[in-house]
Nanobody
Framework: VQLPASGGGLVQAGGSLRLSCAAS????????MGWFRQAPGKEREFVAA????????YYADSVKGRFTISRDNAKNTVYLQMNSLKSEDTAVYYC??????????????????WGQGTLVTVSS
């Protein structure tokens, strides 16, 4: 499974970006998808996740109310709409997929496919 992420860039604080992750593979619609991020000098952290059908979503407290995860199974794509961006949102954002349901969707160790990441830089 390939998970190329796109949509990152430089944005001013308070601005918006939409990240996309167009997955390869014919079983995308069966995967739970997640977004994680890693800021310089910090560990990778959970941002958001969405179940296979798109009707259940999960968010880190730090992004709840500002970020929205969604998916289009017909396009094999998952999105992360990021609004009201803050300087502390600066990080490399990674798209990930998990093919099994046991364990927390917030735990990066439960994801078995990862993309290469896209850099988001928020200037204050």
């Amino acid at each position: 499974v390939q998970l190329p992420a796109s949509g990152g860039g430089l944005v001013q604080a308070g601005g918006s970006l939409r990240l996309s992750c167009a997955a390869s593979g014919r079983t995308f619609s069966s995967y739970t998808m997640g977004w994680f991020r890693q800021a310089p000098g910090k560990e990778r952290e959970f941002v958001a996740a969405i179940n296979w059908s798109g009707d259940i979503t999960y968010y880190a407290d730090s992004v709840k109310g500002r970020f929205t995860i969604s998916r289009d199974n017909a396009k094999n794509t998952v999105y992360l709409q990021m609004n009201s961006l803050k300087s502390e949102d600066t990080a490399v954002y990674y798209c990930a997929a998990r093919t099994y349901s046991s364990g927390s969707n917030r735990n990066s160790g439960n994801y078995n496919y990862w993309g290469q990441g896209t850099l988001v830089t928020v200037s204050s």
